[in-house]
């Protein structure tokens, strides 16, 4: 099984509908962020957690929201689709300080 | 300016080929770097983390740091139609601000 695992793996919508995006771990690291990338942008932080009480906003956090459930679990909320939305987004988790990032397999949002 | 710049490509080489992929930053305070592998539809896999600057070598990978000119590179030796994938530099900061920075990606083909 993977370590940091995304559901669901493809997901299109329509404008306006909310929608969820979740993401946990089996690593036990406290880190958990949300990315989403794009062709010629890379990858973007839209929100980070370093623990379940501490939620920070990334460069491109307007229109998401996030939930910190628990240690292992990181969902992202899209309140309202709209298609510039349209993304492929990454969960990702890190241990302490100076360790690599871990990534999910994704999830391929299409807002139509 | 930008934290990171890496060169998009798209960089297609013969089989066997030495590639050179690149980045530079910006930051002196970045103190660790990282490479990703990132094949289609997958999410980015750790492929080389260094600390210090110096080479670093894994099997038919190398990567250098060179901190003076604030610049890192990845160098594939014998390179393999499977090697084929955007490959992303990482670059992180410790202390107060602790950051990842990603690089946006140079997507690679290597053709048999």
């Known amino acids: 099984d993977a370590d940091v695992t995304q559901t669901p793996r493809n997901r299109i919508t329509k404008t306006g509908k909310r929608i969820m995006l979740e993401c946990s771990q089996t690593?036990?690291?406290?880190?958990m962020y949300w990315y989403r990338q794009d062709p010629g942008l890379g990858l973007r932080l839209i929100y980070y957690?370093?623990?379940?009480?501490?939620?920070n906003k990334g460069e491109i956090s307007d229109g998401y929201s996030v939930s910190r459930q628990a240690q292992a679990k990181f969902s992202l909320s899209l309140e309202s689709a709209i298609p510039n939305q349209t993304a492929l987004y990454f969960c990702a988790t890190r241990g302490p300080t100076g360790t690599e990032a871990f990534f999910g397999q994704g999830t391929r949002l299409t807002v139509v | 300016q930008k934290e990171v710049e890496q060169d998009p490509g798209p960089l297609s080489v013969p089989e066997g080929a030495i590639v050179s992929l690149n980045c530079t930053y910006s930051n002196s305070a970045f103190q660790y770097f990282m490479w990703y592998r990132q094949y289609s539809r997958k999410g980015p896999e750790l492929l080389m983390y260094t600390y210090s600057s110096g080479n670093k070598e894994d099997g038919r990978f190398t990567a250098q740091v060179d901190k003076s000119s604030k610049y890192i590179s990845l160098f594939i030796r014998d390179s393999q139609p499977s090697d084929s994938a955007t490959y992303l530099c990482a670059i992180g900061s410790q202390g107060g601000s602790e950051k990842l920075v990603f690089g946006k990606g140079t997507k690679l083909t290597v053709n048999p």
């Open positions: 957690s370093f623990d379940v009480k501490d939620i």
């Open positions: 690593k036990g690291h406290d880190r």
